[in-house]
């Protein structure tokens, strides 16, 4: 069972930046595939960008990328997600997931409880 956990959200205006931290519980989370998603209120779940768990290749969402950037540091047992330029519309809650994949959130059988982004305008 791997638990995980989201820090570094927060407030923050048009144009600026906030860099997202998923922790486990676990020193396994190299084997698997880690995925950030959001939803917004009445919205539903959506994905953002994932991590491989093995090449370590990376996929973002069309609305993300350019600014948005995930990694991952396997030694600390961490991924990231750097948040550069957001914008009103990147304000949801951001979960952290891993699992198997893909760019749906049945890929994932492990959640974070997440953590509230606001850009405000």
């Known amino acids: 069972q791997v638990q995980l956990a989201e820090s570094g959200g927060g407030l923050v205006q048009v144009g600026g930046s906030l860099r997202l931290s998923c922790a486990a519980s676990?020193?396994?989370?190299?084997?698997?595939?880690v995925g950030w998603f959001r939803q917004a209120p009445g919205k539903e779940r959506e994905f953002v960008a994932f991590?491989?768990?093995?090449?370590?290749?990376?996929y973002h969402t069309d609305s993300v990328k350019g600014r948005f950037t995930i990694s991952r540091d396997n030694a600390k047992n961490m991924v990231y997600l750097q948040m550069n330029s957001l914008k009103p519309e990147d304000t949801a809650v951001y979960y952290c997931?891993?699992?198997?994949?893909?760019?749906?959130?049945?890929?994932?059988?492990?959640w974070g409880q997440g953590t509230q982004v606001t850009v405000s305008s």
């Open positions: 997931a891993a699992g198997a994949g893909g760019t749906t959130p049945r890929g994932y059988g492990y």
């Open positions: 676990e020193r396994t989370l190299i084997t698997y595939t």
């Open positions: 991590i491989s768990r093995s090449s370590g290749g990376t």
